[in-house]
T-cell receptor, first 114, second 114 residues
Framework: AQSVTQLDSHVSVSEGTPVLLRCNYS??????LFWYVQHPNKGLQLLLK??????LVKGINGFEAEFKKSETSFHLTKPSAHMSDAAEYFC????????????FGAGTRLFVKA | NAGVTQTPKFRILKIGQSMTLQCTQD?????MYWYRQDPGMGLKLIYY???????DKGEVPNGYNVSRSTTEDFPLRLELAAPSQTSVYFC?????????????FGPGTRLTVL
């Protein structure tokens, strides 16, 4: 069975400081992993995805994530937070059985202080 | 390209009423999905479709029905609304159902059942 755990429900950072949003997963198959962002009252938007190619994945808006199989982690990072990064972030795992076996994490809300 | 559109944006229903949430995509995607998002939880899959005329249950299908008569449209029907169906509903689509495929989300419908 596959699952995904986002280790923090809320993260607060100051503008200009690094962002770290943590995600651990489990999967019986070779997983694909995604990070989606949801701004208030909006739908989810893809930030980046890992699909068994390079383990360090770069996404939009300066975000990146590293797939670490030994640690079953896929943490999202950004060197310098911007006010516009304030949103909810979802870590998502999907295995080779297809998109309808996609599991969403509970989400991490990122607060950015001026 | 409008992407995935959903109507209505908001709706209040009384217990026992019925309604249809509309979803349309203009990307010619074969796969479409309906999710619900409850506070503090990740998205849960209600139903999905792999093409016109083909639908299947997801993780939480009870109390809902779907149809897919065209590639573009994937309406979700609530027959007898219950307070437990108070949630935010997201429609999504993807070009294929593979594990690596990005899902594109609509802006959501916020439903309250009183």
């Amino acid at each position: 069975a596959q699952s995904v755990t986002q280790l923090d429900s809320h993260v607060s950072v100051s503008e200009g400081t690094p962002v770290l949003l943590r995600c651990n997963y489990s999967s019986s198959y070779s997983p694909s992993l995604f990070w989606y962002v949801q701004h208030p009252n909006k739908g989810l938007q893809l930030l980046l995805k890992y699909t068994s190619a390079a383990t360090l994945v770069k996404g939009i808006n300066g975000f990146e994530a590293e797939f670490k199989k030994s640690e079953t982690s896929f943490h999202l990072t950004k060197p310098s937070a911007h006010m516009s990064d304030a949103a909810e972030y979802f870590c998502v795992v999907s295995d080779q059985r297809g998109g309808f076996k996609t599991i969403f994490g509970a989400g991490t809300r990122l607060f950015v202080k001026a | 390209n409008a992407g995935v559109t959903q109507t209505p944006k908001f709706r209040i229903l009384k217990i026992g009423q019925s309604m249809t949430l509309q979803c349309t995509q203009d990307m010619n995607h074969n796969y479409m999905y309906w999710y619900r998002q409850d506070p503090g939880m990740g998205l849960k899959l209600i139903y999905y479709s792999v093409g016109a005329g083909i639908t299947d249950k997801g993780e939480v299908p009870n109390g809902y029905n779907v149809s897919r008569s065209t590639t573009e449209d994937f309406p979700l029907r609530l027959e007898l609304a219950a307070p437990s169906q108070t949630s935010v509903y997201f429609c999504a689509s993807s070009s294929a159902g593979g594990s690596t495929d990005t899902q594109y989300f609509g802006p959501g419908t916020r439903l309250t059942v009183l």
